[in-house]
């Protein structure tokens, strides 16, 4: 199975309830957001900048 599989579940769960969850996790700053100006989810802009990113993962010495 692939992760774009795994992933669509969760993805179309925080769009649907994305309101719910902000409001739930992070209820100050969800009150300084005006809802009414709606919003636009940008999963497949991240996803394409991520993939240019070079990642580089640092250890603790």
């Known amino acids: 199975m692939?992760?774009?599989e795994y992933d669509?579940?969760?993805k179309d769960a925080?769009?649907?309830y994305f309101q719910e969850c902000i409001?739930?996790?992070?209820p100050v700053a969800?009150?300084?957001i005006d809802w009414n100006r709606?919003?636009?989810f940008l999963d497949k802009a991240v996803t394409a900048s991520r993939s240019?990113?070079?990642i580089r993962a640092y250890t603790r010495i």
Do not use: K, Q, V
């Open 2 to 4: 692939s992760n774009d």
């Open 8 to 10: 669509s579940p969760w």
């Open 14 to 16: 925080i769009e649907t």
């Open 23 to 26: 409001e739930f996790l992070f």
């Open 30 to 32: 969800a009150e300084g």
């Open 38 to 40: 709606g919003y636009t």
């Open 52 to 54: 240019r990113c070079r």
